[in-house]
């Protein structure tokens, strides 16, 4: 197995980076469940905490594209990302030194 990029380790570093909140981790944990999306509304009711730190925590895992946003008239619509299931994974294999 080849030696990852130095591109590599660093995405993959910010992706851990990202995932090291565990509020962070509640909200991908409710949007990966989900069997649609769900609104900010159904997250901040669901994780526990308010809209603002809710939104604060969307908007970091959004840039990392954990999550992926959709505005629906007055709504925000997020759902995770489904090219993280096996991108994550991947990226924990090869940082191990383990194919996939």
């Given at each position: 197995?080849?030696?990852?990029?130095?591109?590599?380790?660093?995405?993959?570093?910010?992706?851990?980076?990202?995932?090291?909140?565990?509020?962070?981790?509640?909200?991908?944990?409710?949007v990966s469940t989900?069997?649609?999306?769900?609104?900010?509304?159904?997250?901040?009711?669901?994780?526990?905490?308010?809209?603002?730190?809710?939104?604060k925590h969307l908007?970091?895992?959004?840039?990392?594209?954990?999550?992926?946003?959709?505005?629906?008239?007055?709504?925000?619509?997020?759902?995770?990302?489904?090219?993280?299931?096996?991108?994550?994974?991947?990226?924990?294999?090869?940082?191990?030194?383990?194919?996939?």
């Amino acid at each position: 197995m080849s030696l990852p990029t130095e591109v590599e380790f660093e995405e993959w570093s910010s992706w851990f980076k990202c995932l090291a909140d565990p509020t962070r981790l509640r909200i991908l944990h409710f949007v990966s469940t989900n069997s649609e999306p769900a609104t900010v509304g159904q997250i901040v009711e669901a994780v526990g905490k308010s809209q603002s730190t809710v939104s604060k925590h969307l908007q970091i895992l959004s840039e990392q594209r954990f999550v992926l946003t959709e505005a629906d008239g007055i709504r925000t619509l997020v759902s995770a990302n489904p090219a993280c299931m096996t991108e994550l994974p991947a990226a924990a294999a090869a940082i191990m030194g383990n194919s996939v």
